[in-house]
């Protein structure tokens, strides 16, 4: 297996690391949205880095995708917007591009490349968490579309997205069978609740999505009628991979900073890493970066090969948000009282980590999945 980056690849991630460190990082907005630097990155082409070039995309390969979404966290200090940029990308206009049929994409994938469209996806209800299936929210069929009423919960781009992709159930048989619809912000019956507030992620807003009576046309079901349980498996296997690619990145800009500061900070007249009990939480940095990678680059061969990865993505995830815990945990203490105060963003960096075990499927649910596929192997 060749595990060299080509020239390419090398020269994108170059210029990817430069765009973010000239655009991105403007502490202004470390904690709240900011539309013109959704611009930027629009502008820049990485919204459609793997969508085809009829619809504006790059058509990179996932791969490619994987190594500048890496480079896209380690630069980007503003781990909310990393969040609204990939919650648009891969489980809102990319399940358009791969599921969607001729029509939904001829509709909607130029506007959502090209920025001029946000997207979310909505699964989450008040009484269905983890237990999604559980869900409510309901679309009752007639001649022309469905007829949609439900709320959904933590919708992550909620206030700021165009776009929806929704989960519903559509059969009440048993087991229930659930439909996942493209809904427009603009569509009647759709309103946005209020922005909850977070403990991080804040430069991403999340709302409660509510569906009145909202007509939906035959048109914008998304994939198959009653299939919407295939669907979402889907959505998550993408979630669980492109959403933590990042926070890697993010782990090699922690543990940069942290070798950074023992080498430079004196306690008792030596420089505080020649104490193991610091060097070595550096290491365990640089072996959890080290570990992720190779599962990110399995990955996305899997995916490039057109595999499924629904196990390997729940690894994945589990792993990289456990090991991206605690990496921010330990540079709080090697960093001491600095890394509590507001100065050095080693706090902010671990209020963003924290919600990693909880979103795409806590990391208890990750190991009941991957306890539950041994019985496949
Ligand atoms: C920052 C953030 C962004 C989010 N964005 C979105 C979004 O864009 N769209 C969306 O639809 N949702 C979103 N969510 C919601 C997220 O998917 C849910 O929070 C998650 O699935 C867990 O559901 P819950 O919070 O209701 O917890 P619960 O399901 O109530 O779980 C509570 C606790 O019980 C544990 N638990 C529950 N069942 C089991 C079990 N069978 N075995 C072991 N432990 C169990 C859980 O692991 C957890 O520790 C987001 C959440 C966060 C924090």
Excluded at 103 to 111: A, E, P, Q
Excluded at 116 to 133: K, N, P, Y
Excluded at 182 to 196: A, D, Q
């Amino acid at each position: 297996m060749d595990f060299s980056m080509s020239q390419e690849q090398n020269m994108f991630k170059r210029e990817t690391i430069d765009f973010i460190r000239n655009n991105l990082n403007l502490e202004e907005f470390y904690e709240k949205y900011s539309p013109e630097m959704w611009q930027k990155v629009a502008e820049f082409g990485l919204l459609g880095i793997t969508i085809g070039e009829e619809y504006g995309g790059l058509n990179e390969s996932y791969l490619t995708a994987a190594i500048i979404f890496e480079a896209f966290g380690y630069a980007c200090k503003n781990n909310g917007f990393t969040f609204v940029i990939n919650n648009h990308i891969w489980v809102s206009q990319n399940l358009i591009y791969l599921y969607g049929a001729r029509f939904l994409k001829d509709k909607y994938l130029k506007l959502m490349v090209s920025g001029e469209r946000i997207g979310a996806i909505a699964i989450t209800e008040v009484e269905a968490g983890s237990d999604a299936l559980s869900m409510h929210a309901r679309a009752e069929k007639d001649d022309q579309g469905y007829v949609l009423n439900g709320n959904k919960m933590f919708i992550s781009n909620g206030p700021i997205a165009d776009i929806f992709i929704v989960f519903a159930v559509t059969e009440h048989s048993q087991p229930k069978k659930i439909t996942a619809f493209v809904v427009e912000r603009e569509f009647k019956g759709v309103k946005i609740g209020k922005e909850i507030g977070k403990m991080g992620l804040n430069a991403c807003p999340t709302s409660e999505v509510i569906f009145n009576n909202c007509y939906i046309p035959k048109e914008n079901v998304l994939g198959q009628y009653n299939q919407g349980e295939l669907l979402l498996t889907y959505a998550l296997e993408w979630e669980r991979f492109y959403e933590f690619v990042p926070h890697i990145g993010v782990m090699q800009r922690i543990m940069e900073q942290c070798s950074e500061h023992v080498r430079t900070r004196k306690q008792f007249g030596i420089i505080i890493g020649d104490n193991q009990s610091l060097s070595h939480k550096i290491a365990e940095m640089k072996v959890a970066i080290e570990m992720s990678k190779q599962m990110m680059y399995k990955i996305a061969w899997l995916k490039d090969c057109g595999k499924t990865a629904f196990t390997e993505t729940s690894i994945f995830k589990l792993y990289v948000s456990e090991n991206y815990i605690k990496t921010c945990r330990d540079a709080l203490q090697i960093f001491g009282a600095y890394g509590y105060t507001k100065e050095y963003d080693i706090e902010r960096e671990l209020r963003d980590a924290l919600a990693c075990s909880i979103y795409s499927g806590t990391n208890e649910m990750q190991k009941n999945t991957i306890y539950k596929m041994l019985s496949f192997i």
